[in-house]
Nanobody, 123 residues
Framework: VQLQASGGGLVQAGGSLRLSCAAS????????MGWFRQTPGKEREFVAA????????KYADSVKGRFTISRDKAKNTVYLEMNSLKPEDTAVYYC?????????????????WGQGTLVTVSS
């Protein structure tokens, strides 16, 4: 199971970035996909998730209205469109895959993880 995140970079506050997570078909088919982020000294926190059917989408309160998660099944890729970025969005962002869907979005719910991609938002 392989996940490859990309798209991070340096952006000014108020700007936008789009992260991508390319998955092997085995990692993608039938799985819900999520994005998490982590800053030094802090636990990895949930950002957004989308179910395999696309019928369920969940966001952390801190990103609602600014971030949009989507997936392209033909490309085995999930995206995180990030707008109106703030310095507090600075973190390493990780994509992850899980079986099924539930109200909880803990790191333990996700079985597969990609490497992180760094997003830095300057003030």
């Amino acid at each position: 199971v392989q996940l490859q995140a990309s798209g991070g970079g340096l952006v000014q506050a108020g700007g936008s970035l789009r992260l991508s997570c390319a998955a092997s078909e085995r990692a993608f088919s039938g799985y819900a996909m999520g994005w998490f982020r982590q800053t030094p000294g802090k636990e990895r926190e949930f950002v957004a998730a989308i179910s395999w059917s696309d019928n369920f989408i969940k966001y952390a309160d801190s990103v609602k209205g600014r971030f949009t998660i989507s997936r392209d099944k033909a490309k085995n890729t999930v995206y995180l469109e990030m707008n109106s970025l703030k310095p507090e969005d600075t973190a390493v962002y990780y994509c992850a895959a899980r079986v099924g869907w539930s109200g909880t979005m803990a790191t333990a719910d996700f079985a597969s993880w990609g490497q992180g991609t760094l997003v830095t938002v300057s003030s």
